[in-house]
């Protein structure tokens, strides 16, 4: 059974990233996530960049097509990216979160709640509907455990308006 912390709006400072941007149908998800992580972690060994935390940054979510995303990792500062791996910022910001503490397919469901609460609470996320889908400014889910171990700690988090 999964834990899930009460969602509250908190403020973030910037964090700096490197990432491998992906198009993934959610049917591809359970497959195309370990895929990445290790390619960046190869990637980041290569290069001399101690990876923080990983994190997956969702830019666009189409539900019924694809999800424009990038699966991440924090740097502790910038560090340049190639033809293959983007380097990027977290923005500073009031951020909606949620930490789940269960598996990978609680996610989903610990999301809902996120989103749900943020509606009741009319807290609008920085965020906007493109012909691909619902854009993001900011939206994460970052693992503390790493994807795959069980439990699984993972905090969705949101940026607002």
């Known amino acids: 059974m999964a834990d899930l912390t009460l969602p509250v709006v908190a403020h973030r400072e910037s964090e700096h990233y490197v990432g491998i941007a992906a198009k993934v149908a959610i049917a591809d998800f ?21 990876p923080g935390l990983e994190f997956i940054k969702y830019d666009v979510i189409d539900m019924a097509g694809v999800l424009s995303m990038v699966f991440c990792v924090v740097t502790e500062s ?6 293959r791996v983007v380097a990027g910022v977290l923005p500073a910001g ?52 790493g994807p795959g171990e069980n439990p699984e700690v993972v905090e969705i988090a949101i940026k607002t308006r």
């Open 94 to 145: 009031d951020y909606g979160t949620t930490t789940l503490t269960g598996t990978v397919d609680e996610v989903f469901d610990a999301t809902a709640v996120l989103v749900g609460w943020a509606k009741e609470r009319g807290v609008e996320w920085d965020a906007a509907d493109t012909a691909e889908g619902h854009a993001f400014v900011s939206r994460i889910e970052r693992y503390h455990t």
């Open 78 to 83: 910038a560090v340049e990216g190639d033809d």
């Open 30 to 50: 359970g497959t195309e996530t370990p895929k990445h992580f290790d390619e960046l972690a190869a990637w980041a060994k290569d290069h001399g960049v101690q």
